[in-house]
């Protein structure tokens, strides 16, 4: 095992380099910016391409080209950037391009972008959302291996503070099961009206006239339900006995995650749980984590858009509860006063003290 001390931008680049990703594109727009920049440093010494496209549309048009002749390529943005792509995105899903998008967010207010999406028509993205540098440079090469598997685009959801934290950290390639051939991809060895290969949104059929739409939805279809089903992923801590248990993704769960393990060895009845994936969403994990709690009380740094999935998944079984909020700098950046164990700390306490007086 070789570690090297990196920075989260840097070591995400590498993680990429490390799954065999050989093309990216993208536009500069902090703290996706960062990302760029060490793709841009490192890709070509592995062989690979990376191109500051002319604006975020270019961006996934220049991977959408990449990715159908059978090459790993990714792209990525900040929220506002990834508004931009929401055709492509919906389209290529559709397409059955295996795409990586990185969101390097600015803060967590793209939960409802990240996991419903922006694009038309029935689609889906796994979503992986890791807590540290550590786990994000594991989720990048599952990424790759999941839209791959799928041929399905799986979006990485990271934020400032993951782009600039520095851990130790070790970038071995990770091994994963055989995948499928890759006999769909536009690679140039075939040639002639005979043999050419034809990668559509529409349901196109080669050799015959027309599309036939039905069947082939229906099929797409299929395949988000088996991803919803086999791709779940979720951690839960000192949730047996908890009477509350709160709930957190993200960077900001590793601040939860911390005071609920604080309180804890305290004797204070406090559960920790995150959904690593944020689509599919863990609702069988997350509502088994919550059985005797008498409350679940969502903290995300937003004005409550994961709140919704919590209570979905809970279907009134216990009281749901946000103990989160808009928090941010001034710049934007989602570097706010939540990321502080004390202010979460006072907030578990608060509805801690609301859910005795109404016991």
């Not at 790993?72 to 059955?96: F, I, N, P, V, Y």
């Not at 400032?160 to 390639?173: K, N």
């Not at 060895?265 to 997350?286: D, K, M, N």
Request: glycine content about 10%; overall charge negative.
């Amino acid at each position: 095992m070789t570690r090297a001390f990196m920075e989260g931008s840097e070591a995400i680049a590498a993680a990429a380099i490390a799954a065999n990703c050989r093309f990216f594109a993208g536009y500069p727009m902090t703290p996706f910016t960062e990302l760029l920049d060490n793709m841009a440093r490192l890709l070509p010494e592995a062989g690979g391409v990376c191109i500051n496209a002319e604006s975020e549309l270019e961006a996934v048009g220049m991977a959408w080209g990449a990715l159908a002749t059978g090459a790993r390529a990714a792209t990525g943005s900040t929220g506002q950037g990834l508004s931009l792509m929401q055709e492509s995105l919906s389209e290529l899903t559709r397409s059955e391009l295996p795409m990586v998008v990185f969101n390097m967010a600015r803060g967590q207010y793209d939960y409802y972008q990240a996991t419903r999406g922006g694009g038309h028509g029935d689609y889906r993205h796994i979503v992986l959302a890791p807590i540290d540098v550590h786990e994000a440079v594991a989720h990048t090469q599952i990424a790759f291996d999941l839209a791959d598997r799928w041929r399905n685009p799986v979006l990485i959801y990271g934020d400032y503070l993951l782009a600039h934290t520095w851990e130790s950290v070790d970038i071995s390639p990770m091994e994963f099961p055989e995948l499928p051939a890759k006999d769909w991809a536009v690679d140039g060895s075939l040639g002639g009206s005979g043999h050419s290969r034809n990668i559509n949104p529409i349901g196109m059929t080669k050799g015959q006239k027309g599309i036939d739409p039905q069947p082939f939805l229906e099929r797409l279809h299929a395949k988000v339900d088996a991803m919803q089903n086999r791709e779940r992923r979720f951690e839960s801590e000192h949730c047996d006995g908890a009477e509350i248990v709160v709930v957190a993704f993200g960077s900001l769960a590793k601040f939860a995650r911390y005071v609920v393990r604080e309180m804890r060895e305290e004797g204070l009845p406090v559960g920790y749980a995150r959904p690593i994936t944020l689509w599919p969403f863990p609702s069988p994990q997350l509502a088994a984590a919550a059985e005797g709690a008498r409350c679940v009380a969502v903290l995300e740094m937003n004005a409550g858009q994961m709140v919704d999935d919590v209570r979905l998944s809970l279907l009134g079984r216990c009281q749901v509860v946000s103990i989160g909020g808009i928090s941010t700098d001034e710049a934007g950046f989602g570097i706010g006063p939540l990321l502080d164990p004390q202010t979460i700390r006072g907030r578990i306490e608060a509805a801690l003290r609301q859910e005795e007086s109404s016991a």
